[in-house]
């Protein structure tokens, strides 16, 4: 059964630190690109990061490079998304997402086209 569910969001002030957690059924992970999306209110849903089996290869978003990493535990089903130095423009609603890997290789994952599976999403604001 695919499921993914997403938890750790919350609410922070500029400069802060939250760390998403992505816990994936093991069929879910099995397919094994996993992307994190965020859309903010009013405004199309854009990739933030993604990361293949095993931790090989991690893919970031020009805006999140230097402050975000995307990591997981094969042994939890777990995918995170460490988020530091936050900005205003990083509230949004965080979503987890999963396909097979050539998404991630053939370098569509910022693409949500390209993902099949999500999970409902939890909420990140930063205030300033």
Known sequence: QVQLVESGGGSVQAGGSLRLSCAASRYTYSRNCMGWFRQAP???????????????????????????????????????LQMNSLKPEDTAMYYCAADLPVVCWSGRWWSMNEFNYWGQGTQVTVSS
């Open 42 to 80: 009013g405004k199309e849903r854009e990739a933030v990061a993604a990361i293949t089996s095993g931790g090989g290869s991690t893919y970031y978003a020009d805006s999140v490079q230097g402050r975000f990493t995307i990591s997981q535990d094969n042994a939890k089903n777990t995918v995170y």
